[in-house]
Every structure is written in C-alpha cells, then in structure tokens.
C-alpha cells in the first residue's frame, strides 16, 4: 500500500495556510480583514501566507474600492480547489489508516 | 503527536473554519426561549382581548364605539408588540453569546442569514396583509406559521442547521391550521410560542450548558 503521508501537501503543513484555504472554499470571496479576523492573527502574518499561496497560485486576489478605501478580497482558484480537496483525502486516509 | 493525531486536528480545524467562515453560529438557545416567551404572553393578551369582545364587556371598545374595528386595531399592536419585544430579546442573547466566543455580531455571516431570513419573511407580511385587506383574516396565522417556517427552512443554510427543523414544524401547523380555521390564535401560541421554547431549550443544552 502506497504510504498517504506522499498525498500531504507540504504548502498545507500549516495551520494558518490550512484555516485561509478552508474559508476559501466554501466562500465565494472573502476580504482580507475578515480572514484576519477569523484567523485571529496579524496583517503582516496574514499577508505573508496570503503571498506564499498566491505564489503557488492556489489563490487569487481581487482589488476593489468600498468608497475611498481599498477593499482586497481572496478567493479560491480551480487548482487550489483540486490541491485542498486532494490534501483532505490523504488526511483522511491518514485517520482511517490507524485500523 | 502522531501523525494520526495531527491528521484528526487538522481536520477539526479545518471544519471549525469552514463553519465559523460560512455559518453565523452564535444564534444562542436562549433567544428562542425568550422569543416564545413574548409569544406566548402576546397571545395570552390577544386571546383575553377576543374574549371581552365575543362577551361585549371590553371597557375601551365601549368608549370608542365601533368595537369591531377596534379589537383588529387593537390585536395589530399587540401583534407588532409582541414582535419587536420577540426580536430584541432574542437579540440581545445571542449579542451576548457573541460577545463570549469572541464572534463578531456584525459580519459577511449575518448579512447572508438576515438577508435570506428577511425575504420570506417580507413577501410573506406583503401577502398577509393584501389577505387581511380582502378580509381573508382566518388565513392569517396559518399564513404567518408557513412563511415563517420558510423563512427558517431557508435560514438553516446559514446558521447552525437544526434550525430547519423548527421551521418544519411551523409548516406542519400552518397547513394543520388551513384545516382548522377558527383555532388561529391557539396554532400561532403553539408555533411562535411553544416551538421556540422547545428548540430554545434543546438548542442551549446541545450547544450552551457546558459553556
């Protein structure tokens, strides 16, 4: 049997990348103060994680105005969806594997 | 930690995100305790007041002459009463649950549940009252049973799930109540009143006791 652990995506180690993508895939778009306050963490913490996952362009911005103020929404791309949903079995996998 | 562990946590993690980012979850039980509480009482009053009506000893239709239109007067500010007082008591609960877990009240999550909750419900009170401009009064609170239990049906979706069930028993009364025009005011007792005090309690022993 092929080991699950090679299905871990090593961008999802962690939790914080774990937590943005999750709330990225059941949200159509979700702005940057709403993940920082779900995720209850910094801007620069949040911006940096944002930057490595838009790097492997798991996830991508839009930039808009609310009035004068700039409003940057995340959402999700269809290879960021694929990778998720593929790093979710392996930690199922993982779970079930314990039998 | 093992692997299997991590796996297992990261996973609870995973869900709690999704939930918290999508579901406005701090709708605490006791609103809905509170929220049939004024239902009841409101319906208490109301049923006093078709009471002294059908006897003809109302003091204050006496005064003002033409009793009829006095008691529907009458049962129309009870029942917006009785709704605002529902309304911020229930709020005020769940502000307060809110402010426990640390959950903004105010966020994407409750736009989406206000909005989807709110759409029912006003198309809902447009209908009702063309109906009560028609005279059609017996269809009123089997009318408010079933768009209200819509209303929840449709809100399950965005807030904690269980609240679907409490909206299918509001349309199980609404439609029992289609049958049994005449017994309006016992149905809405039972569907505003009763059915919130139920889920209210279940809701804070599921959700609330240990917290």
Not at chain 1, 85 to 99: D, F, N, P, R, Y
């Amino acid at each position: 049997m092929k080991n699950p652990i090679e299905h871990l995506n090593k961008i999802f180690d962690s939790r914080i990348r774990l937590g943005i993508m999750s709330a990225l895939m059941v949200n159509d778009a979700v702005s940057f103060n709403e993940l920082k306050e779900l995720l209850d963490i910094t801007d620069g913490n949040l911006a940096s994680h944002l930057k490595t996952l838009e790097e492997t362009e798991y996830v991508k911005v839009q930039k808009g105005f609310i009035g004068r103020k700039t409003n940057t929404t995340y959402s999700i791309t269809r290879s960021g969806e694929k990778a998720f949903k593929q790093h979710l079995e392996a930690l199922t996998k993982m779970i079930g594997s314990v039998k | 930690m093992n692997e299997q562990q991590q796996s297992l946590e990261d996973l609870k993690h995973i869900k709690s995100i999704m939930e918290r980012s999508s579901r406005f979850i701090s709708l605490s039980g006791l609103s809905g305790i509170a929220a049939g509480i004024c239902a009841l009482i409101g319906a208490g009053i109301a049923s006093q007041k078709i009471n002294c009506w059908v006897k003809g000893d109302c003091q204050l239709s006496g005064l003002i002459g033409t009793a009829g239109t006095d008691l529907l007067n009458e049962l129309f500010w009870i029942a917006t009463l009785t709704f605002v007082a529902a309304f911020i008591s229930a709020f005020f609960f769940t502000y307060i649950r809110s402010k426990k877990n640390g959950i903004p009240i105010w966020g994407a999550t409750t736009m989406r549940l206000f909005w989807n909750t709110l759409v029912p419900i006003t198309v809902g009170g447009i209908f009702l009252i063309k109906l009560m401009e028609l005279g059609e009064y017996q269809l009123v609170a089997p009318g408010c049973l079933i768009f209200y239990g819509l209303a929840l049906v449709n809100a399950s979706k965005y807030t904690l799930g269980e609240i679907r069930y409490l909206g299918y028993g509001q349309l199980l009364l609404g439609i029992l109540n289609l049958w049994l025009i005449g017994y309006g005011l016992q149905f809405w007792a039972m569907g505003f009143g009763v059915l919130h005090i139920v889920y209210g309690i279940v809701m804070w022993y599921k959700y609330e006791r240990k917290a």
